[in-house]
């Protein structure tokens, strides 16, 4: 079972960039799906982006498109999620998760059974 530990969070300005970091262990990536999702105080959990680990191939929510990349670096075992233009409305915690098998453009959470712990993004007006 892989496990999943996210970085690169914290406190910055509107209109910076930011790379969060999904480092898998445990167990390599191959043959997972991988997402972000992110949660805003009081609001649910949403999709941001998946990856196949296999194909690259990726998937977006609408509201994320454009601002918001994903990639993967299968020498680091690890899932990026590049944010740029940050926008306050872009505060929240974000998880990686991952599921074995799964399909990266599967926007629900349940569809993923493996989370990170959550990394807070703060972004000041």
């Known amino acids: 079972q892989v496990q999943l530990v996210e970085s690169g969070g914290g406190l910055v300005q509107a209109g910076d960039s930011l790379r969060l970091s999904c480092a898998a262990s445990?167990?390599?990536?191959?043959?997972?799906?991988v997402a972000w999702f992110r949660q805003a105080p009081g609001k649910q959990r949403d999709f941001v982006a998946g990856i196949s680990w296999v194909s690259g191939s990726t998937y977006y929510a609408d509201s994320t498109k454009g601002r918001f990349t994903i990639s993967r670096d299968n020498a680091k075992n690890t899932v990026y999620l590049r944010v740029s233009s940050l926008k306050p409305e872009d505060t929240a915690v974000y998880y990686c998760a991952a599921a074995l098998r799964g399909q990266y453009y599967s926007t629900t959470s349940s569809s993923y059974t493996t989370w990170g712990q959550g990394t807070q993004v703060t972004v000041s007006s």
């Open positions: 445990g167990h390599s990536f191959s043959s997972y799906a």
